[in-house]
Nanobody, 124 residues
Framework: VQLQASGGGLVLAGGSLIVSCVGS????????VGWFRQAPGNEREFVAG????????DYADSVKGRFTISRDNAKNTVYLQMNSLKPEDTAVYYC??????????????????WGQGTLVTVSS
């Protein structure tokens, strides 16, 4: 099983970016998926999660109303649309896949497979 995160880059504050998580060896539509981020010197933190059905989503308070997590099951991909980006959103963003037929959780040890991360840099 591999998760490939991509789409990171440099963006101005107030701008938008979408990061993607493509699964191989696992049908992501059957699994909860979470996005986490880690800024330099900080611990990894939960950003957003989506249940295996796609009907339940969860967001950290810091990104609620600005970020949207979604699925494209035909592409075996989970997206994180990030709008109104702030310099404090700068981090490496990781996607992770959790247990089969589950909702997402905010703790990292719930997830068993992780992508390699993609760097998002927001400049002021």
């Amino acid at each position: 099983v591999q998760l490939q995160a991509s789409g990171g880059g440099l963006v101005l504050a107030g701008g938008s970016l979408i990061v993607s998580c493509v699964g191989s060896g696992r049908t992501l539509s059957r699994y909860a998926v979470g996005w986490f981020r880690q800024a330099p010197g900080n611990e990894r933190e939960f950003v957003a999660g989506i249940s295996w059905t796609g009907r339940t989503t969860d967001y950290a308070d810091s990104v609620k109303g600005r970020f949207t997590i979604s699925r494209d099951n035909a592409k075996n991909t989970v997206y994180l649309q990030m709008n109104s980006l702030k310099p404090e959103d700068t981090a490496v963003y990781y996607c992770a896949s959790g247990p089969i037929y589950s909702t997402s959780q905010r703790t990292s040890d719930f997830y068993d497979y992780w992508g390699q991360g993609t760097l998002v840099t927001v400049s002021s």
